[in-house]
Each structure stands twice: as C-alpha cells, then as structure tokens.
C-alpha cells in the first residue's frame, strides 16, 4: 500500500475513484496491527489503496471527522460512503472489502 500525500487524496476523490484510504498514526500499537491486517488484503483483493499519517494531516481529520486511528475509510465514486474504526480481524477485513468491491462491481 502506497503513502499518500494530500494530493493523491485530492486526485483520487477528483477522479470520482472507488477504493479505501487507510489513516494512521506510527505510534500507535493498534495502528501497526491493523497495517498488517491491510498488507494481508492487499494481496488477496484487487482494490486501489492508500495510506496517510494523520499526524501530517490535522485538517483533513478535521475535515472528514476522523474520530481515531486506525480509520479506513471507503471511497465509491469518489464520495466517502462508510468508515471503519474496528477492524477486528483479517476475515472480517477482508469480508467486508469483498463484499464493497462486489457492489462497486454491480
């Protein structure tokens, strides 16, 4: 999963882009755990992904209301439809991805 930038955030709404965007601080334990859990996904699901530092980005969590980390939120059309705070386990990730990019399919 590649590192954004703000940019590449913009782009990829502007793009009307369906996919997930992962924030994230380096600090925080839960955060490594879910980057891991990701890393899995990306190898078993074809979906465009990014991840941002939140630490570099105060006014963007201002601006999505990102309430913590680690926060996936998913992108369909270029509009934010669901955010993700609990990623609970690497099936439940991947159950709930496959199951969004079925309907992004239909």
């Not at 994230?24 to 530092?53: D, H, R, W």
Request: charged share 20%; net charge negative; with cysteine.
């Amino acid at each position: 999963m590649k590192e954004w930038n703000q940019n590449n955030f913009t782009d990829f709404l502007e793009r009307k882009s369906t996919g997930l965007v992962y924030f994230y601080t380096p600090l925080c334990g839960t955060c490594q755990m879910a980057s891991k859990m990701l890393q899995v996904i990306e190898q078993l699901v074809e979906i465009e992904m990014g991840k941002m530092n939140l630490n570099f980005y105060p006014e963007l969590a201002m601006d999505l209301e990102i309430e913590s980390v680690p926060c996936l939120i998913f992108v369909r059309d270029g509009l934010i439809t669901e955010t993700l705070y609990a990623f609970h386990s690497v099936p439940f990730l991947l159950e709930k991805i496959k199951l969004y990019v079925n309907e992004a399919d239909a």
